[in-house]
């Protein structure tokens, strides 16, 4: 039932394209971007085990006010803040063993050129004109008062700045039917159901043009300029929603840009809630206008709590991802936020929890089981003998199909939680078959129970992969020399 590779020429591989949103560089990295990386890091690794020829893209949104206002806030030069910041979120991809092909910033030349020839190509839908609104630096975006909650920033609970000057916009309201029904069609699937709902009741609360540029007073001369404008710096949304094609070269129209977004069938955007309506419309917007393909998928993850409030910067209560890697583990990190996290909703953190998962799912589940199972091989001396790749027993044949299915169906709609599920199901159905058939006993039967377990540890191995890289790995190497190394050291009380 594993996983098999579909294909070994890359040319002929279906191609999948993947990425995260990208992050403001105002603060370091806090967990709740660590879990956004690690959803996107499993699709691509369960797509690269499918065979497919999978690009993976993360990275930096680094022309925002609040990035320039947090360099003010420290007295450094801007250039020299969003390097170390971004430095920081790069170094994601060790601890949390993330396998991205590519990190965009948004500084960076590729990036700036492509952004650029976004404009001019949507030159059609862009006039200037002087406006007055409601703009939250948080949020790098313009609020209706409607919208506002007691006046504040739904998203962030503050109070945004009144901005009055003369700026560029783009005619969102031009393409409102069109993108309406790309969403209500699923010509641009938006996953879950409830922010598809939310999507939809938001066109239908009118669009209006929005404003794609600030004066350079603004900016603090910050940003990318305008084309044929330098006295205006592009909206950061409007450049940082062009990452996902200026990475693949759309600048100079590369064979990656064509093979991965224009030809390609299988793009992902993977997002938080609070950025849906940048890229379930606005980004739409923009690739109609260029005429340029759209994704087909946008899922549409929930926020990481911490102790039930949202983990933020500004809040103050965020969990440093760093520290929590250094303290359990890289495998551990991902296990929690995939396990006890809905992928669709918020899902909160606390130490107890954390430890709880550990010890009951990896120490005495997982862990205990490979112990138990190897120790019992190791004194039948079985050591040597060739573990066998099938098994006559027709429960565990049947058992294996099952969560194999399961686990299939749930990462293909991005139920991480529920495909683990399936995992710990076949752990549990170990657990009980040691119980019953009680391999410890001499008896014919002996050599056969214990092949049938390893056997089942090889498939368990195999569905853990995308999940947790190491820890399969470690699973897989322990099966063939047959000797046992506690996986997880179980956590004192």
């Given at each position: 039932m594993e996983i098999t590779k579909k294909c070994d020429k890359m040319n002929l591989m279906k191609k999948f394209f993947v990425s995260t949103a990208i992050d403001y560089v105002n603060a370091p990295p806090h967990t709740g971007h660590a879990l956004e990386?690690?959803?996107?890091?499993?699709?691509?690794?369960?797509?690269?085990?499918?065979?497919?020829?999978?690009?993976?893209?993360t990275g930096t949104d680094e022309n925002s006010i609040k990035n320039v206002r947090a360099a003010e806030k420290e007295g450094v030069p801007v250039k020299k803040w969003v390097d170390r910041i971004a430095k920081k979120f790069y170094q994601l991809k060790k601890i949390l063993n993330l396998s991205f092909d590519d990190f965009i910033r948004t500084t960076e030349k590729r990036h700036i050129e492509g952004a650029q020839k976004l404009w001019r190509v949507c030159q059609k839908d862009i006039y200037k004109k002087k406006y007055k609104g409601l703009y939250c630096v948080g949020c790098e975006a313009f609020y209706k008062e409607s919208e506002l909650i007691n006046g504040l920033c739904p998203e962030h609970q503050t109070k945004p700045e009144l901005v009055e000057e003369e700026n560029y916009f783009f005619k969102l309201s031009k393409y409102e039917k069109q993108i309406k029904k790309i969403i209500e069609t699923d010509k641009a699937k938006i996953i879950p159901e409830t922010r598809k709902n939310e999507i939809i009741s938001f066109i239908n609360s009118g669009l209006q043009d929005i404003c794609i540029s600030r004066s350079n007073e603004r900016a603090h001369g910050w940003g990318i300029d305008v084309p044929g404008d330098p006295s205006q710096k592009m909206w950061c949304w409007i450049e940082a929603l062009a990452n996902y094609i200026t990475a693949l070269g759309y600048a100079k129209n590369s064979k990656k840009f064509q093979e991965f977004w224009q030809k390609n069938k299988n793009k992902l955007h993977v997002i938080g809630k609070g950025i849906s309506?940048?890229?379930?419309?606005?980004?739409?917007a923009l690739l109609l206008s260029a005429k340029l393909a759209l994704p087909k998928t946008i899922f549409v993850h929930g926020y990481l709590t911490s102790g039930g409030q949202k983990m933020s910067k500004s809040l103050g209560n965020v969990v440093d991802p760093f520290e929590l890697v250094e303290k359990y583990g890289t495998d551990p990190v991902r296990y929690f936020l995939l396990r006890e996290i809905s992928p669709t909703e918020d899902g909160d953190y606390t130490r107890e929890k954390f430890e709880e998962r550990y010890n009951a799912d990896l120490a005495s589940g997982l862990g205990n089981l490979l112990a138990r199972v190897l120790t019992m091989a190791k004194q039948l001396k079985t050591q040597n003998s060739k573990l066998k790749t099938t098994t006559q027993n027709a429960n565990l044949k049947k058992e294996i199909e099952k969560r194999w299915e399961g686990y299939k169906k749930s990462l293909e709609s991005f139920k991480f939680n529920e495909a683990l599920a399936a995992i710990w199901q076949m752990i549990s159905f170990c657990d009980k078959y040691i119980e019953r058939e009680r391999p410890w006993e001499k008896s014919d039967k002996q050599l056969l129970i214990i092949n049938n377990l390893l056997i089942a540890l090889s498939e368990i191995a195999k569905m853990l992969e995308p999940f947790l890289p190491e820890t399969s790995e470690k699973i897989l190497a322990q099966l063939k020399t047959k000797k046992s190394k506690p996986l997880f050291p179980r956590l004192g009380t």
């Open positions: 990386k690690i959803q996107a890091d499993v699709i691509a690794r369960y797509h690269r085990i499918l065979g497919e020829d999978v690009f993976f893209l309506r940048f890229h379930c419309v606005y980004w739409i």
